[in-house]
């Protein structure tokens, strides 16, 4: 794979905007050739990212980069578009050898640009509701960004340390460049959406294979229900892992209340009951990124006590602490 170069503009520090360079630098880290910060110019990725490996330096301008490299952007503006300085600096940077990774709602006509919302958008598969052998875990959420594809990612690799046949299947912009495959499941017009999904599954169903799908929104988001509905319909999971933010009140950049914990896993539960879907929680996992020890660790007792499931940040503690013996011994047994 080709080294990636991540364009944050001056955003690094922002953990919500610049969600895509956490997740590539926390899960692909030997990638990272660098990242485009001009306001955090100097420093290394791991004194300003939390949790991570990465010591790839953080530079103000493209001199010392590759010859070939992909140049992902890193961040999510609210409305999914760039500035006019900002579509300059990407401009700039368009020249033979450099594969520009385009993530934005935004779709950008530059040399070089792989607009991955736009990757399957005329596919038009319809799904047939086949029946499915694997075993698989879906991640939801109490609201939008709240760590559903870090859990994934971790979960991931908790359980590929443990046994061979573990997969997981990207959802979203950031997965897909982790990963290297997947879908942008919200650039797909809305009757497609299964078909894609169950396309994806089919591809590594196996009655011995684990396979944890990468979530998207939540049903109780005013805007992103729908995804996580057909997520939630056409995987028919076995299991789910709920994500919620410890401390949030309300979604991100909206005036709408968020549920406690105990609503979401009651209603996800009543969701798979309609859809006639087996499901049960089997773990909860936090972002606590905006709390102290003390805080996360009164909440993490809090819930661990009300719901019974293993609770914890897998960003703080690994993937270990959400992955107990009695969920493992859930997943089904190699032969």
């Not at 959420?141 to 046949?165: F, N, P």
């Not at 606590?288 to 940040?313: C, F, M």
């Amino acid at each position: 794979m080709r080294p990636l170069v991540i364009y944050t503009d001056t955003s690094l520090a922002d953990a919500d905007m610049a969600k895509t360079a956490y997740g590539i630098a926390r899960f692909a880290p030997e990638r990272v050739h660098s990242i485009w910060d001009t306001k955090h110019a100097g420093s290394r990725v791991d004194e300003i990212v939390p949790a991570v490996t990465c010591g790839a330096p953080v530079v103000a301008d493209l001199d010392d980069a590759p010859e070939e490299y992909d140049l992902v952007i890193g961040f999510a503006p609210i409305g999914g578009g760039l500035t006019d300085e900002q579509y300059q600096d990407l401009a700039s940077a368009a020249r033979p050898g450099v594969r520009i990774l385009n993530g934005l709602h935004q779709e950008l006509d530059l040399p070089g640009v792989v607009n991955l919302r736009h990757l399957h958008t005329g596919e038009r598969p319809i799904a047939q509701g086949r029946p499915l052998s694997s075993y698989r875990i879906l991640t939801v959420g109490t609201s939008h960004a709240v760590g559903k594809m870090t859990a994934t990612c971790q979960l991931y690799d908790g359980l590929a340390r443990r046994r061979d046949r573990v997969r997981w299947l990207a959802t979203g912009q950031t997965g897909l460049v982790i990963a290297g495959q997947g879908r942008v499941l919200d650039s797909i017009p809305v009757d497609f959406v299964p078909g894609h999904i169950e396309q994806m599954l089919l591809e590594v169903d196996d009655p011995e294979t684990v396979v944890i799908v990468e979530g998207q929104g939540s049903v109780f988001h005013p805007s992103y229900s729908g995804l996580t509905t057909s997520l939630f319909h056409t995987v028919a999971p076995q299991a789910f892992v709920l994500c919620a933010r410890v401390g949030q009140e309300k979604h991100l950049g909206f005036d709408w209340p968020v549920p406690s914990v105990p609503q979401a896993l009651e209603a996800y539960e009543h969701l798979g009951a309609a859809f006639g879907v087996d499901s049960r929680c089997i773990a909860v996992s936090l972002d606590s990124t905006r709390v102290g020890d003390d805080e996360y660790l009164a909440e993490k007792e809090r819930l661990a006590s009300i719901t019974g499931l293993p609770v914890a940040d897998p960003v703080r503690e690994g993937a270990d602490a959400l992955l107990t013996e009695e969920v493992l011994a859930l997943l089904p047994k190699l032969s």
